[in-house]
């Protein structure tokens, strides 16, 4: 073999490899269209092995011109290069593999020619552009999801420089995106908050992503708006940190919204505060103060004033005002507001003014003398008026705005005022009735202290005449009756002193003369005489202690004594057992009365400590309802404590307790 063919035979041998596994599709059809050539590739494009001289133009089962419409089996467009068709040009195609997968490909034939120049068959390289495609597609679709969104989506390299821009970001803050390519991120970075950048890029390039971070930015114009951030790294293919993406939401509203439900909270806070703390109150002024201050501050007012009607001792109606957002000498010189077209509806209750601009309202500005605001005035502009009517009809006053700038009240405000003005009205009444209930209560207390002092002058002559017909009289039944006389006058005696003591308690009066003696001692003989008079009853006692020495007034606590021990026969009509026995508590020692008689109501314990009270089913036992209030008096102004254990229809435990010395 000469040199020659030998380079002849490396050249085809190289030939042959090359088209086998060059990576691009390679094949070839005779005249006839059958496939007589294909390498690696193309199998592989196919994903099948076409059988040589019986497979036809291509290796997939259908083919489709780019847009998807079918090309049937005689019209390959192979054909054409047996013809005139020019070669060297691409076709896009899709073909439909033997698995049920397609291909998009671009497809180059060209004409094999014998060596008389006839074009004797057809070659074609395949390019697989089905993976380009993709790429191609999932970027449209990423672009034009960037270019759709209302977020900003801006990304920026890793020294902070904006290096793109969306249709999203130019809303937000204003600027176009050739406005910012390649200038710092900064620019919309308010100078306070400088510092989160660096943060921001610090984790960035830790491969950090930042979530919703909620944070300020500024507008093109200066405005702040407030954002919420993600901001992710950007890596190469290499995955190298080559920048950062940040998606910025604008969330002024989402803030606004959140501002106005914490205002909302806070007023219903402020209104239930006001409305616990008036409900409680007994003193107008106060009431009025308080209702003026609350509702000046809820509705965002210059100033506020409560017009309060009232009525003197003799029945004479003034006006009471409070203020708020103003001193008192700004009103002082203004005279009350009268009954003009602009306050009569609020003072006659008929309706609510409302005005963004009462200068404008044809009410306004009708009466002399000052046909407007009076000299000196403050400025109003915005007003809002409310009645405070009570629940019967009966206006008791209402309530003013006024703000220096037009439109500041809204029916909301009107809402929150009005709500008040019925709990203002309902406190306002109870205030009424209390301080009449006081005053009533005053001129009781007077009667009482005079009506006792009274009784007392004549049955003290009584008594005195009692003893010396006693002494005088010595016919027996007589004497029987004088004695049942002055029992009856002692009886008298006694409810007028317990009458006495109270007026004296009223007036701080109640004076003590204490002295050191042995309550036990006191106890044991006080239910000794107990015991004598009421016969029928066993008055059991027990101590675990003989003696306990007090210093108090010996004569008010056997007043208590009596008392208790009264009470408990009293109110004992079905069983005689009482006991009496004494504990020691901290010092203290605890005089306990127990009875099985007819027993008290919870709701009756809390009570029968108050003057006058006596439980219903009482009525027939005689009392004046003072005993307990007494003994309760002289209990605590000696620093013990008094109190009951009850059991409706089973018996009480009444006790006191008084210090050891
Ligand atoms: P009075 O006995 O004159 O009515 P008190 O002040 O001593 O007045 O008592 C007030 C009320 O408390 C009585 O009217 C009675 O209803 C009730 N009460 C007092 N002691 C007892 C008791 N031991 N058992 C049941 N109820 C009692």
Same mark, same amino acid.
């Given at each position: 073999m000469d040199e020659d063919s030998s380079h002849i035979d490396l050249i085809a041998g190289f030939k042959e490899q090359l088209w086998k596994y060059l990576p691009v599709a390679v094949y070839a059809c005779n005249r006839e269209g059958f496939i007589i050539y294909y390498n690696e590739a193309a199998r592989k494009l196919w994903g099948r092995d076409p059988v040589p001289f019986q497979d036809k133009w291509c290796g997939f089962s259908r083919l489709y011109d780019k847009d998807g419409t079918e090309i049937s089996a005689g019209e390959n467009p192979l054909m054409g290069m047996l013809g005139n068709a020019p070669e060297g040009q691409q076709l896009e195609l899709l073909g439909l593999r033997a698995d049920g997968d397609y291909r998009r490909m671009l497809v180059m034939p060209g004409k094999i020619y014998s060596a008389e120049g006839i074009v004797e068959g057809i070659y074609c390289t395949i390019t697989d552009i089905s993976h380009r495609d993709e790429t191609e597609r999932k970027q449209a679709f990423f672009s034009s999801l960037v270019d759709s969104s209302d977020d900003a989506i801006i990304s920026k390299s890793l020294d902070g420089i904006i290096t793109s821009w969306n249709a999203g970001a130019e809303k937000i803050f204003g600027y176009r995106e050739e406005e910012t390519i390649g200038r710092p991120i900064t620019l919309l970075i308010p100078p306070s908050r400088l510092a989160e950048e660096d943060h921001i890029l610090s984790e960035i390039r830790k491969g950090n992503k930042v979530n919703h971070f909620q944070t300020v930015r500024v507008h093109k114009t200066g405005r702040e708006i407030p954002i919420s951030l993600t901001i992710s790294p950007i890596k190469d293919k290499n995955g190298r940190i080559i920048g950062a993406s940040k998606i910025a939401r604008d969330i002024t509203e989402q803030v606004r919204i959140q501002q106005s439900l914490a205002q909302y909270t806070q007023n219903l806070e402020t209104i239930n505060e006001l409305i616990k703390s008036i409900s409680a109150k007994m003193d107008v002024q106060e009431i009025l103060q308080q209702v003026t201050d609350a509702t000046t501050k809820l509705t965002g007012a210059s100033f506020g004033a409560f017009f309060y009607n009232r009525k003197n001792e003799q029945g004479e109606a003034y006006m009471l005002y409070t203020l708020s957002g103003v001193p008192r000498a700004a009103f002082e010189g203004l005279g009350m507001p009268r009954n003009t077209s602009v306050f009569a509806p609020t003072f006659n209750g008929s309706a609510i003014v409302r005005s963004d601009d009462i200068r404008k309202d044809e009410r306004f500005g009708k009466n002399a003398p000052y046909n407007g605001m009076p000299e000196g005035h403050l400025p109003v502009v915005s007003y809002l008026a409310v009645p405070v009517v009570?629940?019967?009809?009966? +206006?008791i006053g209402g309530l003013f705005f006024g703000h @220096?700038?037009?439109?500041?009240? &809204?029916a909301d405000h009107e809402a929150i005022v009005t709500g008040i003005a019925a709990q203002a009205a309902i406190a306002l009444d109870n205030s009424r009735l209390f301080e009449e209930v006081k005053a009533l209560n005053v001129k009781k207390d007077e009667f009482i202290a005079l009506a006792s002092h009274e009784l007392k002058t004549p049955l003290t002559t009584i008594s005195g005449y009692l003893q010396i017909m006693d002494k005088k009289v010595t016919e027996p039944s007589a004497k029987k009756f004088i004695d049942k006389t002055i029992n009856q006058v002692a009886r008298l005696n006694r409810l007028i002193a317990d009458l006495l003591d109270v007026s004296k308690i009223e007036a701080g009066k109640l004076i003590f003369e204490k002295e050191k003696f042995d309550l036990v001692a006191l106890v044991k003989e006080m239910i000794e005489s107990f015991r004598y008079i009421n016969n029928a009853y066993n008055i059991s006692f027990n101590s675990a202690i003989d003696v306990a020495y007090v210093t108090a007034d010996k004569h008010r606590i056997e007043q208590v004594i009596n008392n208790l021990l009264g009470n408990a026969v009293k109110y004992s009509p079905d069983n005689f057992n009482i006991e009496v026995r004494f504990e020691l508590v901290n010092g203290a020692v605890k005089v306990i009365f127990k009875d099985y008689g007819i027993g008290l109501t919870q709701e009756q314990q809390s009570m029968i400590f108050s003057r006058f009270y006596r439980a219903e089913? &009482?009525? @027939? +036992?005689?009392? /004046?309802? /003072?005993g307990l209030y007494l003994t309760k008096e002289i209990i605590n102004r000696h620093e013990g404590k008094v109190g009951v254990n009850s059991v409706f229809g089973k018996g009480s435990e009444f006790y006191f307790t008084l210090s050891l010395d």
């Open positions: 009570l629940s019967g009809g009966i +206006v @220096r700038e037009p439109a500041k009240f &809204t089913n &009482t009525n @027939r +036992v005689p009392g /004046l309802g /003072l």
